[in-house]
């Protein structure tokens, strides 16, 4: 009835307990829990010598040490502002100074601080605690709710899921628009969040896209429908993921951990490539394996395809390419426009006065051509500017409002694929011909382009390229990059050759 009640009754209907592998790992990090706590004041007090009392209560009195796993040192604060600021302005020095103090540190991972049935909740948390099920759930309650960007209050915005992270309750599948290119990962999303508790459609569901194209959308819709079906729904970000099983080894209740899990009927993890670390991977592994086979639905969400999560171990990376992938694909033009008009919508609704017309709407729909995060971005210069000059949204005023989203938009994500498809047709050869063993000059050439515009219009890496060209060892994808590199500067006519395959990938 309770949401802090059906957590706990959650918990405790347990059934057969997962394969526990956290006690091992509870011994490598035990010595240091006793002096964490201290090194951790150490750190403070470094960093407030070094930046200075005013600083340092703003930005860092609120940041807790949750533990150190596989040297990289798990901070907690507690909001997403205070998390998002220290990582664009203070990563370094964080790590810097826990690297002083802390010993061997070669990562810092700030995340926001859960509800937790074990720590004291906050006020406002314990008000979205009590309400009623039947509250939260209202779908007329949610379709109101529609405030993009808007500083709705925390009880009207957040949903508890059964371990305690919040969910956005903008995020709702009809708030999310279908186009072609997210329709698969549409109806596959509907179809888990509808299934019966027990019954796993497709298991694991992996959705991979490039930011802002909509996977934490479509896994928050998830979450929040299958919640409201009554299903015990665990929603994780890898952030979340990594400090909820650092918190538990630190209070020595790694059992706790796996405790929550086990109760549950959804497991959804979002960002899946920034989990880190050998022994939290290691347990991300164990608890995808032991609830798949204990017939629990699984989704997972990750940036790039699951074989190319070069962190993870082999063994969950197959696992997760295992059941059922689905691109989510770049937003199209008719996409772009329905969603920035959905955005526009709500914002009207909470500012009656503000409106824009379709020509601006069409306008920006076009030129912001990059993704949803930017469509947002967008239209909330849109209202900054209407508010501020008090004046209706032109194309003109629209044009200077978004002028610097439109110029530093990310480049388009360019595919292995695509420029394997694209330097094949340009050659004459085929794209089978580019990763097979053949080394005649006519396949040479075009299979050491493909290799150096991967390396440079991909965020991949050079062994992940050589396996995406038939298997290729590293060394041969740095020999083609080298090469391709200095006849570029020699060759003239390679050189512009090259430039223009480069624009038409990233056009
Ligand atoms: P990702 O997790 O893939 O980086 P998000 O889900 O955070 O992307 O999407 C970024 C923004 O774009 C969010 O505000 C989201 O609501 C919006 N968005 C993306 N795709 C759609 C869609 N198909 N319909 C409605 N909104 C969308
Ligand atoms: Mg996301």
Sequence with gaps: MFERQETVEAIEAVAAPLPLVAATITETIAPLQGSLGEAWDRVR?????????????????????????DSVAYLTVPTRFLKSWLEAHYAERLQVNCQAELGAVNGVILSVRQVSRDSAPAPVRETVAVRPR?????????????????????????????????????????NFIVGK??????AAAERIAAAPAGSTPYNPLYLHAGVGLGKTHLLQAI????????????????DRFMYGFVAALKSQTALAFKEKLRGIDLLVVDDVQFIQGKSIQQEFGHTIN????????????????????EALDERIRSRLGGGLVVEVGDLDETLRGKILGGRLAALHAAHPNFHVNPDVVAYVACVVATNGRDLDGAA???????????????????????????????????????????????????????L??????????????????????????????????????????????????????????????????KRMLQE
């Design 45 to 69: 007090r470094r960093l407030r010598a070094e930046l200075g009392e005013d600083v340092f209560s703003s930005w860092f009195a609120r940041v807790e040490i949750g533990g150190l796993v």
């Design 134 to 174: 039947s509250a939260v759930a209202a779908p007329a309650a949610a379709s109101t709710e529609v405030r993009h960007g808007e500083a709705a209050t925390p009880c009207e915005r957040d949903i508890v899921d059964a371990c305690g992270t919040l969910l956005d309750r903008r995020l709702t599948f009809e």
């Design 181 to 186: 290119s997210n329709q698969l990962a549409f």
């Design 223 to 238: 979450a929040q429908e299958a919640r409201r079906q009554g299903k015990r729904v665990a929603y994780f970000t890898a």
């Design 290 to 309: 032991a609830l798949i086979d204990a017939g629990k639905q699984i989704v997972v969400a990750g940036d790039r395809l699951a074989n190319d999560l």
């Design 380 to 434: 909330n210069r849109l209202l900054a500017h209407a508010t501020l000059s008090g004046q209706a949204v032109t194309l003109e005023t629209a044009e200077a409002a978004i002028r610097d989203l439109v110029r530093t938009r990310e480049p388009r994500r360019v595919k292995i694929e695509d420029i394997q498809k694209l330097v094949a047709t340009r050659y004459n050869v085929s794209r089978a011909d580019i």
């Design 436 to 501: 097979s063993e053949r080394r005649t000059a006519a396949v040479v050439k075009p299979r050491q382009i493909a290799m150096y515009l991967s390396k440079a219009l991909t965020p991949r890496s050079l062994p992940e390229i050589g396996r995406r060209f038939g298997g290729r060892d590293h060394t041969t994808v740095l020999h083609a990059v080298r090469k391709i590199e200095k006849q570029i500067t020699e060759d003239r006519l390679l050189h512009d050759e090259v430039d223009l395959l």
